[in-house]
């Protein structure tokens, strides 16, 4: 290097223009390269099922869950992770699928996945055999370093119900009484409705009277009976009426029509000697009859008061689990009795959240069909279930189960009421208990980690 005059030491000039020029240069290349390695790394999106989605009881469903945006054809399982989670009805998530490093690990019975959809970003569970205990949330957790995205979306599980009648023709006296039975069998969700309508000479009429309907009755698998009986007194003028019975059901895209055709015959003329036997006969059956009478009254037709059988309950009632709660009321005459269930809980007065009674049906073509009615429960944690039976001694009982979702906060030390009253009882009869109410201790899952963990990257971990 040369000296100036003064000693400093002269330095080669620098061209600035095409150093700011390389300089812009180098730092647009790196902004792309940048974006694209955040684009292949970390940008995609995902696509769940429509929610809710109904599904039927028994059959196959693919919960779809696709990866979208991830930048290429086909997508590199090693740097892959899938989690499925599932909620039922409100409760903890639990982990039911796992697709980590290449690896599938099932965690529930009857649920599958592709690995050749995973390459093309299909991420769809499929369970093989829906059960009511499917039926929640499901979420699909898709990892893909350093990213991480979740969705959410839930199913609802229905049975289709059947519908019969019990006769597709029947005939009747005119002036006399006959019925026919709509029985709707095995259906979930319990929500129905039952309609019968009467056609007549092209008119169409809906029926409103001498129509009962008995209270859907919950069946051992989950899924609910109930029938609807109409009681018909024709005339001559009815003769060849069609009476249908309509059903609805969110499963029914349309209503369920099921009809029965009337034939109505004119009575029978009968002779003097005829209406003589007739007489004498019973009279003999009334000599025969009273003789009896006294004992028939004792054993069947005596007043007889109920009782209460003890309450019983889980041995720990754990907080937003179920809990089953029953009793019986037993040996009571006449059938006529209601029910009404109170609960007070602390610091709040006692309030009424269900009542229930029967009522007599008489039908020609049974001895006895009981028919219950009860008024739908006000409190949500509620569910009950009352039935009632009928004893060879002539005596009833009434079943009853309440089925209920506690919350500690505010269910713990809630005292639960069964109130009777009977034409027996001067004074309505009482048995109540008190609630004990606990938590459930937290679980936590496995940390689920990245197949791959690179230096210097975002890492997502979850549990």
Known sequence: MASNRDGWRKYPRVKLRDMGHDLHAATLMWALISCSLFCLAGSFDVTIFKDPMEVLLDTAVRLECKITNYGSDTLNLDNLAVQWLFTYKNMTKKEIYVFNGGKHISKKAGVRMSDDLLKLGDATLELLRVQFEDEGQYTCAIFITPSK????????????????????HFTVVSGSEGSVRCNIIRFYPQEYTIKWVKILSGSTETVVNDICTGVPVPDKDGTFNVSSVIRIEPTMVDNGAIYKCEVRHKTFSSPWITEAKLTVKEPEKTSGGAIAGAIIGTLILSTLAFAGLFFVYTTRFKKVSPKFTKISKPAT?????????????IGFRPVKISITLWVKRSEQE????????????KNSDEEANLLSNGKGSCDESF??????????DGNSTVNCVIKM?????SDNGMELTFEVQHETLWIAMEEKITLEVVGVPPKISDILLPPRIIHNELVSLAC
């Open 405 to 409: 979702w506690p919350d500690m906060y």
């Open 149 to 168: 995205v979740e969705k959410s979306a839930s199913i609802l599980v229905s049975v289709k119900p059947r519908v019969s009648l019990s006769t597709k």
């Open 383 to 392: 569910t009950p279930n009352f039935s009632l039976t009928s004893l060879k």
């Open 350 to 361: 006692k309030k009424k959240i269900y009542c229930w009674n029967n009522t007599m049906l």
């Open 317 to 329: 009632i754990r907080h937003q689990e179920e809990a089953l709660i029953s009793c019986q009321v």
